[in-house]
T-cell receptor, first 115, second 115 residues
Framework: EAQVTQNPRYLITVTGKKLTVTCSQN?????MSWYRQDPGLGLRQIYY???????DKGDVPEGYKVSRKEKRNFPLILESPSPNQTSLYFC??????????????FGNGTRLTVT | AQKVTQAQTEISVVEKEDVTLDCVYE???????LFWYKQPPSGELVFLIR??????QNEISGRYSWNFQKSTSSFNFTITASQVVDSAVYFC????????????FGTGTLLAVQP
């Protein structure tokens, strides 16, 4: 089954304790991205990657890191989480076709709470 | 700047009523794409439809229909004969014509369908 898999689904951590949210897709998509969803703000892009070893900042990159060593994986790293990073996180992927009309396929989300 | 506005924060209807979710967008791109996603209570994001800027034909899929009007920069979504299973948050999103696949999301409309 074609899918984007995020882990974990739920995560509670404390301020300053490094964590990684994993994301993997099995559709051979070039493009991958991370979004965070907050009430009243919709979804905002954190980072994206157009291909292996190519990553770039989205609209809200502060406090986050990513890497793209393999095409299928795009982990999100919080080196020193803070309470304002409490949010619902989504990983997404798509083909890069023409002018980028392919729909994004989203994972099931990771609900992160930082205390 | 690109922007998507979903002015309706919450809508409540009774089952079998028709309901229209509004979406207004802003972009300077001549080529762009519009999307609707559904987020049911379980939290995942489900792709519903994509429309490109050159195709103003309305689309109907079962009880769902979409009205794209470039003259008013709107891409409204109508559910006919709503059902309880339609209860969800609905997001409208915009993608510009560049190579990036970045989606700009509206803040979402929470639709509650009462039995």
């Amino acid at each position: 089954e074609a899918q984007v898999t995020q882990n974990p689904r739920y995560l509670i951590t404390v301020t300053g304790k490094k964590l990684t949210v994993t994301c993997s897709q099995n559709m051979n998509h070039e493009y991958m991205s991370w979004y965070r969803q907050d009430p009243g703000l919709g979804l905002r892009q954190i980072y994206y990657s157009m291909n292996v070893e190519v990553t770039d900042k989205g609209d809200v990159p502060e406090g986050y890191k990513v890497s793209r060593k393999e095409k299928r994986n795009f982990p999100l790293i919080l080196e020193s989480p803070s309470p304002n990073q409490t949010s619902l996180y989504f990983c997404a992927s798509s083909l890069l076709s023409g002018y980028g009309s392919s729909p994004l396929h989203f994972g099931n989300g990771t609900r992160l709470t930082v205390t | 700047a690109q922007k998507v506005t979903q002015a309706q924060t919450e809508i409540s209807v009774v089952e079998k009523e028709d309901v229209t979710l509004d979406c207004v967008y802003e972009t300077r791109d001549t080529t762009y794409y519009l999307f609707w996603y559904k987020q049911p209570p379980s939290g995942e994001l489900v792709f519903l439809i994509r429309r490109n800027s050159f195709d103003e034909q309305n689309e109907i899929s079962g009880r769902y229909s979409w009205n794209f009007q470039k003259s008013t920069s709107s891409f409204n979504f109508t559910i006919t004969a709503s059902q309880v299973v339609d209860s969800a948050v609905y997001f409208c999103a915009l993608k510009g014509g560049g190579a990036t696949n970045k989606l700009i999301f509206g803040t979402g409309t929470l639709l509650a369908v009462q039995p």
